[in-house]
């Protein structure tokens, strides 16, 4: 049984950092992409970073050159450190997984709230 495990989410305010992280088990396989989504209140859930096996990063413009992902392939654990933070950045977190063959599986959310 495939599990995500989210972590560090939390209340900050503007300008803050947090640090989330995401260990994956339960496959023999090693993650092929790990990465964040966000949800804000009555918006779609939207990507914003994601990194390869190969460490390959992809960031959505808005969080660019504030957020870092990173991820340690001994652990199947991903990291996303988020530094300046607003009130924007406020949404739940998801954490994703892309497997080798496509399957797909997702955590189970961590609030981030930034206040102003």
């Known amino acids: 049984q495939v599990q995500l495990v989210e972590s560090g989410g939390g209340l900050v305010q503007a300008g803050g950092s947090l640090r989330l992280s995401c260990a994956a088990s339960?496959?023999?396989?090693?993650?092929?992409?790990m990465g964040w989504y966000r949800q804000a209140p009555g918006k779609q859930r939207e990507l914003v970073a994601r990194i390869t096996d190969g460490g390959t990063t992809n960031y959505a413009d808005s969080v660019k050159g504030r957020f870092a992902i990173s991820r340690d392939n001994a652990k199947n654990t991903v990291y996303l450190q988020m530094n300046s933070l607003k009130p924007e950045d406020t949404a739940v977190y998801y954490c994703?997984?892309?497997?080798?063959?496509?399957?797909?599986?997702w955590g189970q959310g961590t609030q981030v709230t930034v206040s102003s």
């Open positions: 994703n997984v892309i497997w080798p063959g496509g399957f797909n599986s």
């Open positions: 339960g496959s023999i396989f090693s993650p092929y992409v």
